[in-house]
């Protein structure tokens, strides 16, 4: 771990680092950043960073700051130059799935940068070289030409695209477009979020009223695909029966009223669908406020169901469960699923509703429950997945970094997709957990210090970060892996069926995840980095103070001491249970002796039942075979000894007859060998025939022999 530690604390002095400052320095007399930003992106343990002032990306491979990797050649970081560098303020980066194209953009545009191919002894880009020249596409020129009035909200590679070159985003003025960057210009569809469905109007005024009405749009992002059919129509049934599909992808809008609209995209039709887009979605239970008129972001998580994360400027979030609507409100205006053409018309996308599971307030800056809280906070919220743990994501605004966990999601998505489970397998009321991580803006005095890149390193070698650039070009790196104390467990209440006996459901949870659910923090102390000009009041620190001895006070010390009497409870009851078990150990160690004393009795009158038992099978088969003697009837077995001596006297006589030939032959035999002894006198044999002679003869003697003493025991047998 200390590998993986130092690298952690050797970034901020790399030589690009440096000339990140020197450049933000002069970049920062011409203008002062006060919104947070996404200028960084973490692909693995590649990092790639934009520069603002001299508009170009730079990338560097985090695993040259290991220990191991400090003796290679080139230890530097490689300049990605534009060859058509964009012309606005780049605000975010965005990569697509693969990692080959990076989107460049900002209020004013969007470039769409690809990426060289990585060869060479270490893996680098364009083997090393230390300035790269890139191709670089600027799309829709043309719209942001005629729409300067509509800022440019979100963008997202779509998740549907087979060659991952899609592009979708979102303008202020609720125009949601897609965008194949093979074709920069020409958009694949374009959806108008309005209730008109007509192009929005272009002038200053309206977009003035939509915003100060807050139906403007803030941000989108993509649920889990839905496979919609094709409605078959009464001429076409008589000639076939066959419907066809397609795959939508819904994208969630969210605008600054709260309202949240869900927009279907097409991307593997000839010719898209043109859906309506359903919206405002119902949420429930009711609120006056619409739960907030300042929303910001919305993010996705999970997929079976789709769980909605909505914030706002306040710091609010809220977790919403799409599920399909059951009012019947929602039913009267369900006739947006139109033709596309000519090709009929699909249906199949339920309507659905957003169900608050909860909602939670971020500390946004570091102020006691009595402090003055009359100038309260508020900024935007950007909210970014985490790609490791679908149930994480982080939260990055003007006053620091958040981390919220959802526990509840798994055991949600258990549940859903058991089809025999039921009401009571439900998991129980879980709380979202929240860490604040870095705080910029110590207090509602402090100057704002946004936060212009997050990103979450996942690397064997590197390990599990969260890796944050703050507005001094600072890089701060904090463990995920230690950034929380609880880990969901999924074997809670996701195998209810396992459970055998009742008993042990009450106590299915171990003690050990009982205890960190009391020591879990809802408020930490997170890191302060906040700007370099920012200067505090004796005051104001002691305030600081307070707030942070407040937080030890409650969230460590309090816990511990509640922590220390379940434990000390815990060993009380397991005291007495332990005594208990003694004394009943004992109990057992007395029956056992008593047990074995009646094993051995049993054992000696088995012993004696068993001589009794064989001495009455005895005198039974005697009086048996008594009584079988004196039955006049023959047995079963005295008839089949019968048969058997009468098949045996007719082999017998075979026997004799075969015998009788054979004295005939060797009679026969006998006088011919005479007669050929004076013919054979005058001849001798040779020495090979005699001894063939001797085998055949000493063969029939053999033969001979067993048959006499064959017959012999025949005779024996037959007791003749």
């Not at 004076?678 to 022999?705: F, M, P, W, Y």
């Amino acid at each position: 771990m200390a590998g993986v530690d130092n690298w952690r604390t050797c970034l901020n002095d790399q030589s690009f680092c440096k000339q990140l400052r020197e450049n933000n320095a002069k970049d920062s007399g011409q203008k002062r950043c006060s919104t947070s930003k996404g200028l960084t992106a973490i692909q693995g343990g590649d990092l790639y960073v934009w520069d603002s002032f001299a508009s170009h990306l730079i990338f560097y491979n985090l695993k040259n700051l290991l220990p191991e990797c400090a003796d290679r050649e080139r230890n530097q970081a490689q300049i990605l130059l534009c060859s058509n560098a964009p012309r606005f303020e780049v605000e975010f980066l965005t990569f697509n799935s693969s990692g080959s194209l990076v989107a460049l953009w900002g209020q004013g545009g969007i470039t769409v940068l690809e990426l060289p191919k990585r060869w060479g002894r270490y893996a680098e880009l364009e083997g090393g070289k230390p300035s790269i020249t890139c191709k670089s596409i600027s799309i829709a020129s043309h719209f942001f030409a005629s729409h300067k009035e509509a800022g440019l909200q979100q963008v997202l590679w779509h998740p549907g695209s087979t060659t991952d070159t899609h592009l979708t985003f979102l303008t202020s003025n609720g125009i949601l477009s897609v965008y194949n960057i093979q074709f920069p210009d020409v958009p694949t569809q374009v959806i108008h979020l309005d209730s008109s469905g007509h192009e929005p109007s272009q002038s200053t005024s309206c977009i003035s009223v939509a915003t100060a009405l807050g139906e403007k749009s803030m941000g989108f992002d993509f649920g889990p695909p839905i496979q919609l059919s094709r409605r078959v129509s009464l001429s076409q049934s008589s000639q076939s029966s066959q419907t066809d599909g397609i795959t939508v992808w819904p994208a969630y809008v969210v605008k600054g009223n709260g309202d949240m609209l869900v927009a279907y995209t097409d991307l593997h039709s000839s010719s898209p669908v043109k859906l309506a887009p359903q919206g405002p979605l119902l949420m429930h239970p009711p609120a006056e406020d619409n739960y907030g008129v300042d929303a910001c972001s919305v993010c996705c998580l999970g997929e079976a169901p789709t769980v909605l994360v909505i914030a706002t400027c306040e710091g609010k979030l809220h977790h919403c469960v799409v599920l399909p609507s059951s009012s019947p409100e929602s039913q009267v205006d369900n006739d947006w699923s139109i033709s596309a053409g000519s090709t009929g018309q699909f249906e199949g996308a339920p309507d659905v509703s957003l169900y608050v599971y909860e909602s939670v307030e971020l500390e946004m800056t570091l102020t006691t429950a009595e402090s003055d809280t009359e100038d309260e906070f508020s900024c935007p919220i950007r909210l970014l997945k985490d790609a490791v743990n679908p149930d994480w994501y982080h939260c990055s605004h003007v006053a620091g970094i958040h981390t919220v966990i959802l526990p509840w999601i798994s055991n949600l998505e258990t549940f859903c997709f058991d089809d025999g489970a039921d009401l009571q397998d439900l998991p129980e009321q879980q709380e979202c957990i929240v860490e604040h991580l870095i705080c910029t803006k110590p207090l509602p005095s402090s100057p704002p210090s946004p936060v212009l890149g997050v990103g979450v390193v996942r690397d064997a070698s590197l390990g599990m970060s969260l890796l944050v650039l703050t507005s001094d070009i600072d890089f701060v790196s904090l463990p995920l892996s230690t950034s929380t104390k609880y880990k969901p467990s999924k074997a809670l209440g996701s195998s209810p069926r396992l459970i055998q006996s009742p008993l042990r459901s009450l106590a299915q949870e171990p003690f050990h995840q009982h205890i960190a659910k009391i020591l879990l923090r809802k408020s930490t102390n997170p890191v302060l980095k906040s700007a370099k000009a920012a200067s505090m009041s004796s005051q104001e620190c002691f305030q600081l103070l307070s707030r942070t001895t407040q937080v030890f006070r409650e969230e460590y010390l309090q816990k511990q001491g509640l922590a220390q009497q379940e434990i000390q409870k815990r060993v009380r009851i397991l005291t007495e249970l332990k005594q208990q078990q003694q004394r009943d150990i004992g109990d057992l160690e007395v029956s056992r002796s008593q047990l074995h004393e009646s094993a051995q009795e049993l054992a000696i009158r088995y012993d004696d039942c068993q001589e009794e038992h064989e001495a009455i099978l005895r005198r039974i088969e005697s009086v048996m075979r008594r009584l079988q003697a004196r039955n006049p009837v023959l047995s079963e077995a005295e008839r089949g000894m019968k048969k058997d001596l009468e098949t045996m006297e007719e082999q017998l006589d075979n026997y004799r007859k075969s015998l009788h030939q054979l004295r005939t032959k060797h009679e026969y035999q006998t006088r011919q060998i005479k007669k050929s002894q004076g013919a054979a006198a005058s001849h001798s044999l040779k020495n090979s025939q005699v001894s063939q002679i001797r085998t055949v003869l000493q063969q029939e003697g053999e033969d001979l022999s067993n048959m006499l003493h064959r017959i012999n025991q025949l005779k024996l047998d037959v007791g003749v």
